[in-house]
């Protein structure tokens, strides 16, 4: 029986951001119990990551160097790591899945979200004649690896591109976005129909 070898995928990293990986063998995880559980990590400037508790979402050690954690690279494009599961994630608890979020400056802003996807393409960039040019909307699902109060993220592009079915009841619409092709973004109900 023939072994194919696969080559595992490149995931780039920037210092600020939260990722899921898959700890490895190292003599530190091996000293902290981390071999082969999924942490999230957030990456630091210079080769350091800072594990965080997946349960409270607080640090979990002192900042650690990346290829102790876990298989992390450099190479002329960057840091990447080889065993990334999820990029984007955060710890809270008051999101819910499979909706979209305005964000500013990188925080979620509380009660601004909605199923509707046009919702918050609308109110983002009302935000942006607000001079308020960070607001972008993300569409926000639990973490695959976590436990349901880590949540992931990914920006979807403003221009993003709309496509609709529409019946006499209802119009249902979907994007693309990078992490999810034909994404429901929504539905919206007719007004009444006059007789």
């Known amino acids: 029986m023939t072994h194919h070898y696969k080559r595992p995928e490149k995931c780039y990293v920037t210092p600020g951001e939260t990722v899921v990986v898959k700890c490895g063998a190292s003599e530190c995880m091996m000293s902290m119990g981390l071999t082969n559980k999924f942490m999230p990590v957030t990456i630091l400037d210079n080769g350091y990551g800072q594990i965080r508790d997946p ?80 607001a972008e909307v993300r569409f926000v699902e639990n973490s695959r690896a976590l436990p349901t109060w880590w949540s992931r993220s990914v920006v979807v592009p403003l221009d993003a591109e709309i496509r609709d079915h529409v019946t006499r009841t209802y119009r249902d619409t979907w994007i693309d976005i990078p992490t999810h092709f034909n994404l429901f973004a929504g539905r919206y109900h007719s007004q009444g129909v006059s007789a």
């Open 55 to 134: 349960q409270a979402g607080h640090d979990y050690s002192m900042p650690t160097p990346l290829s102790w954690i876990s298989c992390f690279y450099e190479d002329t494009d960057g840091r990447y790591g080889t065993e990334v599961y999820e990029i984007g994630v955060g710890h809270t608890v008051t999101h819910t899945s499979g909706r979209f979020y305005v964000y500013v400056d990188g925080k979620k802003l509380f009660g601004v979200q909605s199923p509707r996807f046009e919702e918050m393409r609308d109110e983002a960039r009302e935000m942006h004649t607000r001079d308020i040019p960070s």
